[in-house]
């Protein structure tokens, strides 16, 4: 089993940045591939970014690519996504999610653990 906790989200300006960090505890928690997903009100939850075992390899949405960076401290145990450049349609609420695979995952339903969430809320 692995437990993962997200924190960091929170109310920020259009074209402020967060960095929210996911803490993953439990059996081998640093063998697991890692991803962020969020679901905005009303909408169903959407992929991210995504990284691989190792962090060697990375994958973002459309919709952040050029301005979200997602990394790993494998020694912390913790997986974090750095949100620049935010807009309004960032809003959601963040969930990070982990599987016991090496290679990089996009969709959801490969993913085995999921954290509770938190909330970014971007105001314009």
């Known amino acids: 089993q692995v437990q993962l906790v997200e924190s960091g989200g929170g109310l920020v300006q259009a074209g402020g940045s967060l960095r929210l960090s996911c803490a993953a505890s439990g059996r081998t928690a640093s063998s697991y591939a890692m991803g962020w997903f969020r679901q905005a009100l009303g909408k169903e939850r959407e992929f991210v970014a995504a990284?691989?075992?190792?962090?060697?390899?990375?994958h973002f949405a459309d919709s952040v690519r050029g301005r979200f960076t997602i990394s790993r401290d494998s020694a912390k145990n913790t997986l974090y996504l750095q949100m620049n450049s935010l807009k309004a349609e960032d809003t959601a609420i963040y969930y990070c999610?982990?599987?016991?695979?090496?290679?990089?995952?996009?969709?959801?339903?490969?993913?085995?653990?999921w954290g509770q969430g938190t909330q970014v809320t971007v105001s314009t």
């Open positions: 990284i691989s075992w190792s962090g060697a390899t990375t």
């Open positions: 999610a982990a599987a016991q695979v090496l290679k990089l995952l996009v969709r959801q339903r490969d993913y085995e653990y």
